[in-house]
C-alpha cells in the first residue's frame, strides 16, 4: 500500500472559537508574519512528528520554497514542499504553479494531480500563520502570550491559541496549539498541536510537532522556473489495475504470525474453526469504526468456533499492545503482516476475509458500512452451521 492511497483520520484540529478572548494576536505572532510576507522569495526545512490514535509516531522531513505571486488569487504565492517520510515508504513534493497543484513522486519521476490542492499550503508556516490570523479576525478565539522559554539554548516567546475547550461525557476536550518564536530570528522555531477528542466511545490523545530550521529569505535565482513540473517528470496516467480479492472456493493462502504478545499462530492451526480475517491499520477510519462490531462479534462466537485474527503490515507490536488496551479489543492482533497483505490481494483498509472449516475462502469484500455487523454475523452462521469440514 502506498501513501497516496491511504487516507488516516485525526481528530478536529481546525480553528474552532469559544469563550472570551485577549484583545488581540501577540505581537509577536503578528512580526512572525510580517516579516515572511516582507519577502520576496523564503525557504525553511522542517521535521514533523505526529502521534495518533495510540500508533507510532510518524515522522517526515520537509523541505519548503515560497515565491510570492501578487496575482495569484488562491494563495499569493508559488510553493514547492519536498516531504520524505523515514517512517513511511514514500517521497513526494506538492508543487503549484499558480495553475494547478500536482504532487511529483520522487520515487518513480511521476506527477499527477492533487486530491487534495489546498492542504499543502495551509499546513506550511505562511499558511498556518494567516489562518491564524484570519480565524481570530472572523471571531475571535482565546489566544495568550505565555512566558518565555528557551529552546536550544535560544530564547523563545510562546504563544498558545485554544481552538476549543469543552466537557463531553464527563471527558475534557481540547485543541490547543502552541507557537514559539525565535526571539533572534523573529521567526517560528515549533509549532505544536495537542488534542485530546472522543472517537468511537474512545479517548484519542493527538500530538503534532514542527520543528522549523534553516530560514533563507529573498534569494537570488529563484523564479517561476523553480515550481514548473521537472523534465524528467513524465505524467503518471494509469496506474496497473488493482489485483481482485481471492477467488471464493479455493484454499485459503497459509501464513504464520505473532500477535502483539509473541504468541504464535498459522492459519492451518485452525482448520476446523471458523476465521475472520481483518486488514486493519490504526488510523484507518472504516478500520476504527469496526473495532465494536469486531469486538461484539467476537464475544458472540468465541465460545462456537469462530476466531477473528486483525493483521498489520506497518504497527508496530507496541503500537498494536497499546491500540489494544486502548480500545479494549477482546481478538488478539497480528504484526509484520505485510508478505499476507499480498498474498490475499490486498489493496484497501479495511479488507475482511471469512474462511469455512477446511480452511477455503468462502467470501471477502473491502470497506466498512454499517450493515457490516450483520453482514458478517449471517457469514459466520453460515459456516458455523456447516457441518463439512
Not at 13 to 33: E, H, K
Request: charged letters at 20%; a neutral charge; glycine letters at 6%.
Amino acid at each position: 500500500m502506498t501513501y497516496f492511497l491511504r487516507k488516516t483520520i485525526a481528530p478536529l484540529i481546525t480553528f474552532l472559537c469559544i469563550g472570551t478572548v485577549n484583545a488581540q494576536i501577540p505581537p509577536s505572532i503578528q512580526n512572525s508574519l510580517a516579516k515572511l510576507e516582507s519577502y520576496r522569495n523564503f525557504s525553511y526545512q522542517s521535521v514533523n512528528k505526529i502521534r495518533d490514535m495510540s500508533a507510532d509516531t510518524t515522522i517526515a522531513l520537509n523541505n519548503e520554497l515560497f515565491l510570492k505571486a501578487p496575482d495569484d488569487k488562491l494563495f499569493g504565492y508559488l510553493y514547492s514542499i519536498e516531504t520524505n517520510h523515514t517512517t513511511e515508504n514514500f517521497h513526494k513534493t506538492d508543487l503549484y504553479n499558480g495553475r494547478k497543484t500536482i504532487i511529483l513522486s520522487v520515487d518513480d519521476s511521476t506527477f499527477f494531480a492533487a486530491e487534495s490542492p489546498h492542504s499543502p499550503y495551509f499546513q506550511s508556516i505562511i499558511g498556518e500563520l494567516r489562518s491564524l490570523k484570519e480565524n481570530y479576525s472572523r471571531k475571535p478565539f482565546v489566544i495568550k502570550q505565555l512566558a518565555d522559554t528557551v529552546i536550544n539554548g535560544v530564547p523563545n516567546s510562546h504563544t498558545i491559541a485554544i481552538m476549543r475547550d469543552t466537557v463531553d461525557n464527563n471527558e475534557h476536550l481540547y485543541v490547543n496549539r502552541h507557537y514559539y518564536i525565535d526571539k533572534l530570528s523573529g521567526l517560528p522555531g515549533l509549532i505544536t498541536i495537542t488534542a485530546r477528542s472522543l472517537y468511537n466511545g474512545a479517548i484519542n490523545n493527538y500530538y503534532n510537532e514542527t520543528r522549523y530550521s534553516n530560514y533563507k529569505a529573498d534569494q537570488p535565482n529563484i523564479s517561476v522556473a523553480n515550481f514548473e513540473i521537472p523534465l524528467n517528470y513524465r505524467p503518471r496516467g494509469e496506474l496497473p489495475p488493482v489485483p481482485s480479492l481471492l477467488d471464493t472456493g479455493i484454499d485459503a493462502p497459509d501464513w504464520t504470525l505473532f500477535d502483539a504478545n509473541g504468541k504464535k499462530l498459522s492459519l492451518t492451526q485452525l482448520k476446523g474453526k471458523v476465521v475472520l480475517l481483518d486488514f486493519y491499520f490504526i488510523g484507518c477510519s472504516g478500520c476504527m469504526a469496526s473495532i465494536q462490531p469486531l469486538n461484539a462479534i467476537y464475544e458472540k462466537y468465541k465460545n462456537k468456533g469462530l476466531v477473528i485474527a486483525s493483521l498489520s503490515e506497518r504497527d508496530s507490536k507496541r503500537a498494536v499492545l497499546e491500540f489494544e488496551k486502548h480500545y479494549s479489543i477482546n481478538y488478539a492482533g497480528y504484526i509484520n503482516a505485510a508478505d499476507v497483505v499480498k498474498s490475499y490481494h490486498v489493496t484497501g483498509f479495511p479488507t475482511f476475509y471469512f474462511i469455512d472449516k477446511a480452511g477455503k475462502i468462502n467470501s471477502a469484500f473491502v470497506g466498512y458500512g454499517d450493515d457490516f455487523q450483520p453482514k458478517a454475523m449471517a457469514i459466520i452462521d453460515t459456516l458455523l452451521n456447516n457441518t463439512k469440514k
